[in-house]
């Protein structure tokens, strides 16, 4: 039901910082947990973070806690997630897309992931 197109990625070298945006649509964006996923490449795309419908609260991988921060703002239909002191791990394809409510770190549609942005950390 929520459609969505990232952006914000980019190059930067370790220890910097990017802001990924994810843009929105759908009549029930407002009331959907949403999550940042990542894949490099050959691996498994993992969870990052996710954040309630409200925004009131959040989750994240443990590898990120502290250093990535998610967002949403409800009227404009938008999520963010902040990235902080990045490392070269964290090179990967970055996803958004609507969660399951009751499991925040799964997408509740498996067949409908975007295009994605990358982000490249460099050492």
């Known amino acids: 039901q929520v459609q969505v197109v990232e952006s914000g990625g980019g190059s930067v070298q370790a220890g910097g910082s990017l802001r990924l945006s994810c843009a929105a649509s759908?009549?029930?964006?407002?009331?959907?947990?949403m999550g940042w996923f990542r894949q490099a490449p050959g691996k498994e795309r993992e969870f990052v973070a996710a954040?309630?419908?409200?925004?009131?609260?959040?989750s994240y991988v443990d590898p990120v806690k502290g250093r990535f921060t998610i967002s949403r703002d409800n009227a404009k239909s938008t999520v963010l997630l902040h990235m902080n002191s990045l490392k070269p791990e964290d090179t990967a394809v970055y996803y958004c897309?609507?969660?399951?409510?009751?499991?925040?770190?799964?997408?509740?549609?498996?067949?409908?992931w975007g295009q994605g942005t990358q982000v490249t950390v460099s050492s």
């Open positions: 897309a609507q969660v399951d409510s009751t499991n925040w770190s799964h997408p509740l549609f498996e067949s409908h």
């Open positions: 759908g009549r029930s964006f407002s009331n959907a947990a």
């Open positions: 954040i309630h419908w409200s925004g009131a609260s959040s």
